[in-house]
Each structure stands twice: as structure tokens, then as C-alpha cells.
């Protein structure tokens, strides 16, 4: 079976075809400016040249037509029929308390999704307006939802509750819900799979760096415990996210600053983590540079990011009393050995062992030193493949 993966933003769409029979990615594309002047659509059939399509789009459903326009033309699609397609998979941001994993979409799904917009009121909206314009234009094909939270549901209450007024969790579902599930839950498969053994019997921590970035304690396959809160602001440094903060600092900046509470959300969301500290840039491709040619905030930058990642190391190899395998993916945890080497320095004592030579890859593999009693294993992240797995499950029932 082909299916087709979906994940839309609010003016922005990716989309992978992936052929699951031996699960191989066949295209892959992207529409940006969707209902903005200029929108444009690249589409790349894996093993060919990449294919622009430059024409005015209004809205996701002009998009998604676009798409299947592209994925079935005759130079540069990979279909020549729609009812290739067998199913649709939608990554979409918040499922709330409702759902514990991937579901095939109904109206009383969608219904639920749209309850979980106050949630994510930037990113949900969008996923609704893409599955809606699927639902439009491949009537009679099974969609799924796949939840970045749906994995971390599995959290014990003593991992979610936060300690200040119950009411609020009961009147507003404040809580900490967790993100990245779909990739938390594919490295630690992988890496199951890579130390042979059932991930019923591991303990993992996965550590999800890219720009935006969280930690889990994956336990027995389930999540018990996440960086990420209520919202994706909380946890680790990120690009531009501070992670957790004194919470009495905002009022605090409020004040002195003379701004709002929103004003402060935006400092926190798109002025702080790596890109505040440093003064330099979200990437950390930039830091690093900066910090070898001597800047000390930069340097400083590098060095507290490292300190957080290190400190839910700790807090989750307490949690779970142990831990077989680290995992280190996405864009910094995939490319940036100096950060994984920064994370696993003077962590003998807790028998994590990094091998400085192994840890120069970029490639899945084992980084670890052989006489490290912990695993620690590169693995790039696939949230689509997880997605098209889920999606062909449920789908072929
Ligand atoms: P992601 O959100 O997973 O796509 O990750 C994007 C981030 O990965 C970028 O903002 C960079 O900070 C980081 N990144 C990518 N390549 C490298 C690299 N070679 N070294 C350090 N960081 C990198």
C-alpha cells in the first residue's frame, strides 16, 4: 500500500509519499505561501530532479489539489491513479486527554480535534483545515490522525500534575501534556531493535534536539515522563524557547519592562533559548563557530545548553532507576557530536561512556565506548515513517 503523509502548518504544507511495501520514501514536497502572494509548491520524486510549481493557492484544500496534481503527473509523480493512495496519515500537534494513539478520522474524531484547538490554538487549526481538505478531495480514503502527544498519554499522574491549584487542571486541562511524541516513540523503537532486545525490557532516554527540543524517559516502551509541558515552551533551551524558567521571572520582566503578559510570551517564544543567550543566532551551527573564535557568550551558550540536557539525564535515570540506552536525534542530536559530547561528559560514574571517535558519525550507529554500561546510539529521526506506520495499521483493518 502507498501512503500519503500530511503535515500542514498554518500556511505551509509538507507532504511524503511513502511505498510501504518495503516502507521507501518515493516524493516528497512542500507548499509554502498557502493564501499569501507567491505561493509555491516543490516537489521532489526521490532520485530525480525537484519540480516548482509557482501558481496562486487560496487555501489548504487549493494545496492538498496541487499535490495530487504533482504526485500523479507524468514526468515527475510517483502514482498514476489516485486509488494508489490506500490512506492518508495526518500528523497533527495536540490530542489532549482524548487520545492515547493514532486513529482513523470520523466526524466525532475531527469533532474531538477541534475541542483540543484552545490547546494549540496555533498549530491544530491548520492539521483540521488539511484533513478537511482531504476528506474534499479523496472521498472514500481511510485518514488517521497521529498525535505529537498521543505517546506521552501513557505519563504517570505524578509526571503530568503540576503543583499549583488543582482547579485548573480540572477546569482547564492545565497539565503537562509532552511533544515530539511520534519521534520519542520511533528512535526508541529503533534503538530496541539496534540492542536486540524488547523494548518491553529497556529503559531509554530519547533526546529530541532540533530547534525546537525534549528529552523522555521511555520505560518498558511507554513514556513516563517528558521535557516539554503544557505547552512546547517548557524544558531545554531551544532555538529561540527559553525551556523552564524561575516562573516568578515573568511578572518580574513584566514590571521592569512595562510589557504585557503576551508581549513576555512572545520574549520567551521567540527571543530566549540559544538565540537570547548567545545574541547571535538560533542555529547552533553559528554558536559553535562563534565559540571557536573565542566568544565567551557563546560559549556560555553551549555550555548551559549541554547543562540542561544533562540535568533531565539525571532527573529521568532516578525516575527510572536505571538506564540501558541514551538516544540523541533530530538536527543538533543528529549532526553536532560536539553537543552529544558536551551532554556525556564526566557521566562515567553513571557508566555513560562516550566513544570520541564513533561519536564523528552521522549515520544510525552506536557511539558509545565498549566498556560503556550505557548505550549511547545516534539515531536520525523518521516522524513520517512512524506516522505511515501507524496509518497503514489502522487503515488495513
Ligand atoms: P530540526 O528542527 O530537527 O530540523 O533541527 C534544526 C537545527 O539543527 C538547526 O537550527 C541547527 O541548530 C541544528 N543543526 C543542523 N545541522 C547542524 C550541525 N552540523 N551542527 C550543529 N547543529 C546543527
Known amino acids: 500500500m502507498k501512503i500519503l503523509v500530511v503535515n500542514c502548518g498554518s500556511s505551509s504544507l509538507k507532504y511524503q509519499v511513502l511505498d510501504m511495501t518495503d516502507e521507501s520514501l518515493i516524493c516528497k514536497g512542500l507548499v509554502e505561501r498557502i493564501g499569501i502572494e507567491g505561493s509555491i509548491l516543490t516537489h521532489s520524486k526521490i532520485g530525480a530532479d525537484k519540480f516548482v510549481l509557482e501558481v496562486p493557492m487560496k487555501d489548504h484544500k487549493d494545496a492538498i489539489s496541487h ?28 490530542g489532549g486527554e482524548k487520545f492515547a494513539e493514532s486513529v482513523l478520522i470520523t466526524d466525532e474524531v475531527l469533532a474531538a480535534i477541534e475541542d483540543c484547538v484552545e490547546l494549540a490554538p496555533l498549530h491544530n487549526p491548520a492539521n483540521i483545515l488539511g484533513i478537511k481538505a482531504c476528506m474534499d478531495l479523496m472521498p472514500g480514503t ?22 499549583i491549584p488543582y482547579k485548573y487542571y480540572e477546569q482547564y486541562g492545565l497539565r503537562r501534556y509532552g511533544f515530539h511524541g511520534t519521534s520519542h516513540k520511533y528512535v526508541a523503537e529503533v534503538a530496541a531493535d539496534m540492542l536486540d532486545k524488547s523494548i518491553e525490557d529497556l529503559k531509554i532516554i530519547t533526546c529530541h534536539l532540533g530547534n525546537g527540543a525534549s528529552i523522555a524517559a521511555v520505560k518498558g516502551g511507554r513514556s513516563i515522563d517528558t521535557s ?10 531551544m532555538g529561540t524557547r527559553s525551556g523552564d524558567i524561575d516562573p516568578a521571572i515573568i511578572s518580574y520582566i513584566c514590571k521592569k519592562e512595562g510589557i504585557t503578559v503576551d508581549e513576555m510570551n512572545s ?17 547552533m551551527r553559528d554558536i559553535k563557530s562563534a565559540a571557536a573564535e573565542g566568544n565567551e557568550r557563546a560559549q556560555l551558550t553551549l555550555d548551559v545548553y549541554a547543562h540542561k540536557i544533562k540535568a533531565f539525564i539525571g532527573a529521568y535515570i532516578a525516575e527510572m532507576n536505571g538506564v540501558d540506552a ?16 558536551n551532554v556525556c561528559r564526566d557521566m562515567d560514574a553513571l557508566g555513560i561512556i562516550l566513544d570520541p571517535e564513533k561519536n564523528e558519525t552521522r549515520e544510525q550507529s552506536v557511539i558509545s565506548a565498549d566498556d560503556s554500561k550505557v548505550k549511547v546510539l545516534l539515531i536520525p529521526t523518521n516522524e513520517e515513517l512512524m506516522i505511515a506506520r501507524d496509518t497503514l495499521a489502522i487503515a488495513s483493518k
Open 67 to 94: 499535490v495530487i496534481e504533482a504526485i500523479q503527473d507524468k514526468e515527475h509523480g510517483v502514482i498514476t491513479d489516485m486509488s494508489e493512495i490506500g490512506a492518508v496519515g495526518h500528523r497533527v500537534a495536540h
Open 142 to 163: 481511510p485518514e488517521v490522525a497521529a498525535f505529537d502527544t498521543a505517546f506521552h498519554q501513557s505519563m504517570p499522574a505524578e509526571s503530568y500534575i503540576y503543583s
Open 228 to 237: 516539554m509541558g503544557f505547552t512546547p515552551l517548557a524544558g531545554l533551551a
Open 267 to 283: 520574549v520567551l517564544n521567540k527571543e530566549s533559548g540559544v538565540y537570547g543567550m548567545s545574541g547571535i543566532s538560533s542555529d
Open 326 to 341: 541514551i538516544v540523541f536525534t533530530a538536527g543538533i542530536g543528529e549532526n553536532d557530536p560536539l553537543t552529544r559530547a
